[in-house]
């Protein structure tokens, strides 16, 4: 399998074993739709071996470890179990001991597919492969999706509590600290954390696409950008627009797009005084010093088929370069439309405003699948440039 790829499962009860050159500590994560465990319990590791339809099994360091899947046995509301893995010795990266999954029959033992994650440097962790659930049948998708910072940045990612060893552990070797999460297993009510989230209607109540028409997020909801089963590869503007919240007054706005590789790395940012970036396949309409008119103010076209491989995510921001606050602006909303016909896709209208001088509209986030991902944010921040967004607007992938 290549990064990315699926193949359908034919067998209920499927085991995903992963061997490297070195001793490897192999774990498995219950998600729901939103991305996230419904709390330490489906955390599966060698220290929690067992949950609902998800098996940890050792492989007493002679064989590998594995994550044994029972497709019929995973509870409502479980669309995924990712697979992860770190080298047992603290600290260790991935550079030179690439990793190889095997999804195999889990009664017969014979392989279905296998997957060796290409290039891996600095990671200290990844997710390998997933098992998901995707109209009505589940399927396997190679990932390779790495981590800097072990098997604890894994599990905090997709919200598990965890504890690290105490300082003095790293003078014995064994406990290898920040590989091996320890989890708290607080009681369920402690995924209060999340709660957040789900002051936004319906962020966790399955994925959004294009099949029914035009869709309005509202903020921190997302739309997977697929249409009929497949995934929009082809051209899309972004439309930002705003009007001044007082009649006959003008407010100058900069809309931008900063682009990211898969480690929140940032490529280059397109906006009013660099209006093509990444060989073209993100293009700037150019600078509106008013806001006045109707429709988008500023408009910024990207051709999803043409971004290069390292573009994994985009992140529309809106900045007042006239120093001038968002209380001052009426109406701002961005909006995505398909470029070859006009048709809007997708609209977020932001209500409410804040006292700053720059806000991060919406992120285009690529999926393993290929798919892209739009998630409406409205997220103010203290900064006139776009330069001064670009930390930010890290944070917020």
């Not at 296998?114 to 440097?121: D, I, Q």
């Amino acid at each position: 399998m290549t990064p990315g790829s699926n193949i359908p499962l034919g067998v209920a009860r499927v085991a995903v074993d992963v061997t490297a050159p070195v001793r490897l500590d192999v774990s498995g994560l219950l998600l729901t739709a939103d991305g996230k465990v419904r709390s330490d319990d489906d955390f599966i590791f060698y220290n929690q071996p067992t949950g609902p339809g998800v098996t940890y099994r050792s492989g007493g360091g002679t064989a590998p470890d594995a994550i044994i899947v029972d497709t019929s046995a995973v509870p409502a509301g479980i669309e995924k179990i990712v697979v992860t893995a770190s080298p047992d010795a603290a600290g260790q990266t991935f550079q030179g001991i690439e990793p190889t999954a095997t999804i195999r029959d889990a009664d017969s033992g014979a392989a279905l597919a296998t997957f060796t994650p290409p290039r891996l440097g600095a990671e200290t962790a990844l997710v390998i492969v997933e098992i998901y659930l995707r109209g009505g049948a589940w399927k396997a998708r190679a990932v390779g999706q790495g981590y800097a910072n072990g098997l604890a940045g894994i599990a905090t990612d997709f919200g598990v509590s965890v504890e690290e060893e105490p300082a003095t552990a790293p003078a014995t070797p064994a406990p290898a600290a920040p590989a091996d999460p320890r989890v708290t297993a607080p009681p369920a009510p402690a995924a209060a954390p999340a709660a957040p989230a789900a002051a936004a209607p319906a962020p966790g109540a399955g994925k959004i696409n294009l099949d029914k028409g035009r869709v309005s997020l509202q903020k921190n909801q997302t739309v997977s950008l697929v249409k009929g089963g497949r995934p929009l590869l082809s051209q899309v503007k972004m439309g930002l627009g705003w009007e001044p919240a007082y009649r006959g007054k003008d407010i100058d706005l900069d809309a931008s797009v900063i682009a990211y590789g898969p480690q929140r790395n940032h490529l280059d940012s397109c906006y009013f005084g660099k209006l093509a970036i990444l060989n073209g396949s993100v293009k700037h309409s150019g600078d509106n010093l008013t806001g006045e008119g109707a429709g988008d103010d500023e408009v910024i076209v990207v051709d999803l088929g043409r971004l290069p491989a390292e573009a994994t995510g985009l992140v529309f921001t809106v900045n007042s370069f006239s120093g001038q606050k968002f209380t001052e602006v009426a109406k701002a909303y961005c909006r995505l439309m398909d470029a070859a016909t006009g048709e809007e896709l997708v609209r977020f209208d932001l209500t409410n405003a804040e006292p700053q001088t720059g806000v991060i509209m919406c992120k285009l986030i690529r999926q393993f699948s290929g798919e892209w991902e739009m998630t409406a944010m409205g997220d103010f921040v203290k900064s006139r440039t776009v330069r001064g967004m670009v930390k930010p607007a890290a944070q917020a992938l």
